[in-house]
């Protein structure tokens, strides 16, 4: 299986930067794609970005577009969400999510077949 492990998240004023990495451990050959979603307080997750894990092709919600960057660093095994220009409707659990299914959608967190514990990233105004 493939264990995740998110760290880089914290507290940070409106305007402000945070860099969130993801280190993927165990069977990581059989990851087709990584994935960030988040998830605040009374609504449901949602898809903020993902990358294809051999092409390096990257997805961006629109509501990130231009603000976030997603990137990979596959000798160590380990994605990052670049998070700039931060607001404080970005407040929310971040968590990483591993997909083996090359059908699915990059937005369907159904599609995800591993979680990480997730971290909390919160924007002050």
């Known amino acids: 299986q493939v264990q995740l492990v998110e760290s880089g998240g914290g507290l940070v004023q409106a305007g402000g930067s945070l860099r969130l990495a993801c280190a993927a451990s165990g069977r990581t050959f059989l990851i087709y794609r990584m994935g960030w979603f988040r998830q605040a307080p009374g609504k449901e997750r949602e898809f903020v970005s993902a990358i294809s894990w051999n092409g390096g092709r990257t997805y961006y919600a629109d509501s990130v577009k231009g603000r976030f960057t997603i990137s990979r660093e596959n000798a160590e095994n380990t994605v990052y969400l670049q998070m700039d220009s931060l607001r404080p409707e970005d407040t929310a659990v971040y968590y990483c999510?591993?997909?083996?299914?090359?059908?699915?959608?990059?937005?369907?967190?159904?599609?995800?077949?591993?979680w990480g514990q997730g971290t909390q990233v919160t924007v002050s105004s």
């Open positions: 999510a591993a997909s083996r299914n090359v059908i699915s959608s990059q937005d369907y967190a159904g599609g995800y077949d591993y």
